[in-house]
Every structure is written in C-alpha cells, then in structure tokens.
C-alpha cells in the first residue's frame, strides 16, 4: 500500500502510538504520521503507509487547521489543561465583545514563543525534556502565520470560555496563541481542549476513526480509503514529466528543464508528475544555472 489514510486521531494516544496501532493492523511496516499531535488532542492525523512515507515531511508542511477551546482565568505552565496551575484570577467582567476585538492583532504574520510543553530543541535538547525538570530557558519567537481566527462562541462567567476556529501555517502553537490572547486582554488563560480539523487536504469529517480502519484492513478494504501521494502533495508546485525523461527518474536522473520554465519555481519544492498526474518525485529547483536536484523518487 503507498499512500496516505486520514485517520482520527483519539484524545489519550501518542502520535506514535497511532503509528505502531496502524502498522499493526494494516501489516505495512513501513508508516509513518506527518505531524505530531498532543496525547490530549484529537483530530486529523494523515498516516503515510508504504512509498508514501517518503513524503511525511512534506505532507506535513501543509497548512493545518483547529478548533480549540480557550479558558480565561487560569493559567498553567504547559499552557494547556495538562498542566500545573500557575495563575488563577477570577474575571466575570470578560465580554464577547472584547475577545472578539484582540483577535485581528494575532491574525496574519505574527511572531510565537514556543512552549516550554514542546519538541523543539534548544542547545541539543528538547524543551519538554528541560520542562519536565522544572527548567525554563530562553526562546527564540517564531514566525508563523494565522489565517484565519474566527470567534465561534462565548460562555461568560467567573471563568469564562471562549471557541476558536483557526487556520494556520504549519508550526502554530495553538496553546501558545490561547495563553497570547488572555495576556492580550490582561488575563491569565490556557487551551482547554484542541481538535485538528484539517492538514492539507485531509478533512476531520473524512477521517477514519480506529475501529474503521481496522474494519477496513480485516476486510481487506483499507487500500480504498488512501489518498494517491500526487493529491496528498497538491499544495506544491508541479511539473509533468513524460518519455525518457520519466523514465530515467528511477535511475536518480532529475530531467533537464529549461531555465525559463525553472525560474518561477526557484527555492522551492516541486512535484514532478507523469503524464497521467502520478508523483514520480520531488525533487528542489535551484542552483545557478537553475536546475532540478531531486528530494525524494517514488518510481519503483
């Protein structure tokens, strides 16, 4: 099987755990996730099966999108629900009007700090590792970008809560933009709760839960529910590839390609295509002359 099966993820399950779960159940050794979800999340998680795993990374870079839960009031060091309570500050007088009103300054180009609750790795360790000694350190803001952040409801109280859908560039810490907004309003606040409702092309409400995939692969139906890898990495550039030129790819032989038509795509990842729409490769257009230097080749 090479391709990528859009599967629901349940909150209580590592990334990893879903991965060893598939290879289990599908009998395909080779699998991989294209981007770690939190144990207490839920949501879209695209597993790559077979060839397909060649593409994680790339499949990951797509844009993502979530639904989360914000709580005013509280704070914690993990910036979500798992963790230790840091700060707790009763505030009623909170209005919808005025979450609604700090949104536009997290939405578009903005800079986060990463959480300390993260994978990132600062002087050759992860910062989760550091956290778990009760250890902080200093951390370089991120550029990411937020599409879209959209008020879905508000329930006011002594702490009240707050739904947010967002669209986002790969590398956004909802947590981190959840505890932004309550400084933003001078309040203490974490994520709640966290659902990943897209990445890329795969849709939350197309998902596969685990007892569909694993009806599926009993009945020998699993194959069916993959995404081609071509569709799985729509969001790169392409270029179609025929004759001898496809051919040689399976050799590591990038085609050559006039400068003119590479120029558009210099610095960029690009999706080489048979003449049927089938990913050959990926391949990075580059270089002075510009020319094709080949990422990744699925061609048997």
């Known amino acids: 099987m090479d391709g990528i099966l859009n599967l629901l993820k349940p909150p209580g399950m590592t990334s990893h755990d879903v991965v060893a779960w598939m290879r289990r159940v599908s009998g395909e050794r080779k699998a991989g996730h294209t981007g770690t979800l939190d ?18 990374e790339y499949v990951a870079g797509a844009d993502k999108s979530y639904r989360a839960e914000v709580c005013f009031g509280v704070a ?3 910036l979500d629900a798992d963790g230790v309570e840091t700060e707790r500050r ?58 879209r952040l959209d008020l879905l409801a508000f329930f006011p109280g002594t702490f009240p809560v707050a739904y947010l859908d967002v669209d986002c560039t790969k590398g956004t810490y909802v947590r981190t933009l959840c505890a932004d907004l309550g400084e933003r309003l001078g309040l203490p606040a974490h994520m709640g709760f966290l659902v990943r409702t897209r990445a890329g092309p795969f ?47 399976s050799h590591g032989v990038a085609p050559g390609l006039p ?4 120029a558009p795509l210099a610095g960029q990842t690009v999706a080489l295509l048979s003449t049927d729409g089938s990913l050959l490769a990926l391949a990075e257009a580059g270089g002075d002359p510009i020319q094709l230097r080949l990422k990744r080749v699925l061609t048997p």
């Open 90 to 147: 009763p505030c009623p007088e909170l209005t919808e009007a005025a979450v609604a009103a700090a949104l536009p300054a997290l939405t578009g180009a903005i800079l986060q700090v990463p959480p300390m609750a993260s994978a990132i790795k600062v002087g050759g360790r992860r910062l989760y590792e550091l956290a778990r000694k009760g250890e902080t350190v200093e951390r370089t803001p991120r550029p990411v970008t937020i599409h």
């Open 203 to 249: 849709h939350l409400e197309r998902a596969l839960t685990l007892e569909q995939a694993a009806g599926a692969a009993a009945a020998g139906r699993l194959a069916q529910h993959l995404l081609a890898p071509a569709a799985a990495v729509a969001h790169l550039p392409s270029l179609r590839i025929g004759g001898a030129a496809a051919q040689r790819l």
């Open 259 to 262: 400068a003119a038509e590479l």
């Open 39 to 56: 144990p207490s999340a839920a949501g879209v998680l695209p597993i790559c099966l077979g060839r397909a795993t060649l593409l994680a």
């Open 76 to 78: 914690t060091d993990s």
